[in-house]
C-alpha cells in the first residue's frame, strides 16, 4: 500500500524544487510587506473568497457559483488597485542596492559597486536629535538614499548645506521660519527644509502619533528613504524604514542603524 502510494506520488526535479523555494520565499516577503497592516485582513479576505468559490462549484450551486467566478475574473485587477502601496514597496525592496547588500550571501556572484559614493555624515544628525530630544523641539529628517525625492524637495526652501547640528537645530527652533514640514537630506547635503510630505493612510497608527510621524510613514511607504522623527510632546526619537515606524529609540542605536544603512562598504 505504502509503495503504491509512493509511486504515485508526482516526480520532483531540481528545478521543481527550486521553484518551491522561490515561490515560497516570494510570499514570505510578501507576508512582511503586509504584517501589521489592513492589507493582512483584506488579503486573508480575498483567500476565504477563494476557497468559498471553489467549494459552491464543487457542490454545483451554479447561481452563486457565477456571482462569485464573475468576481475571481477580476481578482488580479482588484488585487493590483488594493495592494497598490505594498505592490510598490515590493517592487522598490527588489530594485534598490540595499536588498543585495543586506543579504551578500544570496548575492554574492554580484560583484557590483551599488552604493553611494557619499558617506553620510552622521554624528552631526545624531548630535542635532540628542539635543532636540532634550529640549522637546520636534523635528523630522528624511535622508534620502537612491530615491533623490526631487518631488517633495520641490515643495519646501532650496538651502545645499553641509550637514552640521546648528544648522539642523536652528532649522527646527520653534520661532524658526523653517521648523514646519520636513529636512530632506540628500548625498550627505542638507537638500531643503520645510517640505511638505505625503501623509500615511495606514489606520493601524496609534492616535497618539501627529502629523509628523504619519508624514515620516508616508515618505517611506512611496520611496526608499529613512525618516526621523523628534517628538515634541515627548521629546523621544523615532526612526521609520519601508512604511515601518520604530520608536522610542536611544542616540546610540540611531547612530548604529544610521550606520549600517549608509555607511556600510563591506
Request: a positive charge; proline letters at 4%.
Amino acid at each position: 500500500m505504502f509503495l503504491l502510494f509512493i509511486t504515485g506520488l508526482p516526480k520532483l526535479s531540481i528545478l521543481d524544487i527550486i521553484d518551491i523555494i522561490l515561490v515560497a520565499y516570494l510570499f514570505y516577503e510578501l507576508y512582511k510587506l503586509i504584517r501589521g497592516t489592513a492589507a493582512i485582513n483584506i488579503f486573508i479576505g480575498i483567500i476565504a473568497i477563494y476557497l468559498i468559490w471553489k467549494l459552491v462549484r464543487a457542490l454545483e450551486m451554479v447561481l452563486l457559483s457565477e456571482i462569485l467566478g464573475q468576481f475571481i475574473s477580476v481578482g488580479v485587477i482588484a488585487l493590483i488597485v488594493v495592494f497598490q502601496p505594498e505592490i510598490r514597496r515590493f517592487l522598490l525592496l527588489l530594485g534598490t542596492p540595499e536588498f543585495i547588500r543586506k543579504k551578500p550571501k544570496r548575492f554574492m556572484f554580484w560583484k557590483i559597486n551599488l552604493l553611494n559614493e557619499n558617506i553620510l555624515s552622521i554624528d552631526p544628525i545624531i548630535q542635532a536629535c540628542q539635543r532636540m530630544s532634550n529640549n522637546r523641539t520636534g523635528a523630522l529628517i528624511v535622508i534620502a538614499r537612491k530615491n533623490e525625492l526631487q518631488t517633495f524637495v520641490n515643495t519646501g526652501v532650496l538651502i545645499d548645506a553641509t550637514i552640521s547640528s546648528p544648522i539642523l537645530e536652528n532649522i527646527f527652533y520653534k520661532n524658526s521660519p523653517l521648523h514646519d514640514g520636513a529636512v530632506i537630506i540628500i548625498d550627505n547635503k542638507i537638500k531643503a527644509a520645510k517640505c511638505i510630505l505625503p501623509v500615511s493612510g495606514n489606520r493601524n497608527i496609534p492616535s497618539d502619533h501627529g502629523l509628523r510621524h504619519r508624514s515620516a510613514i508616508g515618505i517611506t511607504e512611496q520611496s526608499d528613504a529613512i525618516t526621523i522623527v523628534v517628538s515634541e510632546q515627548t521629546g523621544k526619537i523615532s526612526y521609520c524604514k519601508m512604511g515601518h515606524l520604530t520608536n522610542d529609540v536611544q542616540p546610540s542605536e540611531l547612530k548604529t542603524l544610521l550606520e549600517e544603512e549608509f555607511n556600510d562598504i563591506n
